[in-house]
Nanobody, 116 residues
């Protein structure tokens, strides 16, 4: 069993900021990659940002320069600082974990709404 505690979602005006946090625990084993995916209504789930245990990051083109991912390997936590938010960033954001044995897990999701 893998448990996720996600926090930080909410309603924000365009141009505003939010910070998402996720803590993973349970029978995870050794984590290689942590990150965030999102899914907007009527769309497929898409990668937002990931970070490996070595600190290598990967961002969707749509969020580069606006979002920053960070991680605490010892605590199995990952944060996503989201700045200059746009209405098109509105989605449910899911915490993501991939272990060294290639198992993948997603959290329950947290809603982010960008609207005036």
């Amino acid at each position: 069993q893998v448990q996720f505690v996600e926090s930080g979602g909410g309603l924000v005006q365009p141009g505003g900021s939010l910070r998402l946090s996720c803590a993973a625990s349970g029978s995870i084993g050794s984590i290689f990659t942590m990150g965030w995916y999102r899914q907007a209504p009527g769309k497929q789930r898409e990668l937002v940002a990931t970070i490996t245990n070595g600190g290598n990051t990967n961002y969707a083109d749509s969020v580069k320069g606006r979002f920053t991912i960070s991680r605490d390997n010892a605590k199995n936590t990952v944060d996503l600082q989201m700045n200059s938010l746009k209405p098109e960033d509105t989605a449910v954001y899911y915490c993501y974990v991939r272990t060294t044995t290639m198992s993948r897990y997603w959290g329950q999701g947290t809603q982010v709404t960008v609207s005036s």
